[in-house]
C-alpha cells in the first residue's frame, strides 16, 4: 500500500540534550486514511504535526511525505513542498478578513503558478463540494464558525493535496458547528483523501478516523484501527 507519511525513528529535542518532545518515533500514514492524533497538553501532537507539515525539522530520523525527504529540504523548498502537497486547516482558521471567500480559497493556487482563470474554476469547484457557493463574495467575519472552517478547508484543497493537515479543526465551534465539520471531514475521507487530524475532540476522533494513536511523553501508547462501519 503506498504510503503518504513515513517516519522513521523520528526525535524532536528543543533543548539539545534533554529528553525528546517527541520520539524517538516510527509511523506510516498510507494512502487514504484518516489518521488521528490524540494526547495530553505537552504530549508531542503538535510537534509531530509541525514534523509532517515541514515546518520544523527533525533532531533525529527520516521524514518523508508524498514520496520526498522533507527533512532534507531547504526552506525555500519546503516552503513549495507545502504548497503543492500539503494542505493546512487550523482551529483558529487563518483566513485573511481583507479578502473575499473566493479570493481566499485562491491563495495559494496564485501562490503556486494557477492562472486567475483556473483559480476561480477549482475555487468554485470547491464552494459548491463544501455548500459555501452562496458566500463566494462575503468577507470571513461575516460568516459562522463552521461556515469558515469550511473555507478554511476549501483553501486546503484547493492545489489538491496528498494530504490535509487539521489542527483542532472543531476547537473553536460551538457543538453544532464542530458537528458540521466533522461531516465534512468524514465525506472527504471517504472520497480518498488523506488526513491527519490533531485533536482533544474525542468524537471527532471516533466519527473520522479510520485510525487514532493516542500520545504520552512524546510515544505511541496506542494505535488503534476503527472497527465500526464508516
Known amino acids: 500500500m503506498q504510503q503518504v507519511i513515513e517516519l522513521e525513528r523520528v526525535a524532536k529535542r528543543y533543548d539539545g540534550s534533554g529528553r525528546p518532545a517527541l520520539g524517538p518515533l516510527t509511523l506510516d500514514v498510507a494512502k487514504g486514511e484518516s489518521l488521528a492524533v490524540t494526547g495530553p497538553s505537552g504530549s508531542g501532537k503538535s510537534t509531530l504535526l509541525n514534523l509532517v507539515a515541514g515546518l520544523d525539522k527533525p533532531t533525529e530520523g527520516a521524514v518523508t511525505v508524498a514520496g520526498r525527504r522533507i527533512d532534507r529540504l531547504s526552506e525555500h523548498a519546503l516552503a513549495k513542498f507545502r504548497r503543492e502537497h500539503i494542505g493546512m486547516a487550523f482551529q483558529f482558521f487563518n483566513l485573511l478578513d481583507d479578502l473575499t471567500v473566493t479570493d481566499n480559497i485562491q491563495l495559494p493556487a496564485r501562490l503556486t503558478g494557477a492562472s486567475r482563470r483556473d483559480a476561480a474554476a477549482r475555487a468554485g469547484q470547491l464552494m459548491e463540494m463544501l455548500g459555501i457557493q452562496k458566500h463566494a463574495r462575503a468577507y470571513p467575519g461575516r460568516l ?23 489542527d483542532e479543526p472543531t476547537g473553536a465551534l460551538d457543538t453544532a458547528s464542530g458537528q458540521d465539520v466533522r461531516d465534512l471531514l468524514l465525506e472527504l475521507n471517504r472520497a480518498g483523501q488523506t488526513i491527519v487530524l490533531v485533536t482533544h475532540d474525542l468524537a471527532l476522533a471516533r466519527e473520522c478516523a479510520t485510525r487514532t494513536i493516542h500520545l504520552v511523553d512524546g510515544h505511541v501508547a496506542l494505535d488503534t484501527p476503527v472497527q465500526a462501519v464508516r
Open 144 to 166: 459562522s464558525g463552521g461556515e469558515r472552517q469550511r473555507v478554511a478547508v476549501a483553501r486546503a484543497l484547493v492545489n489538491r493535496p496528498a494530504l490535509l493537515l487539521a
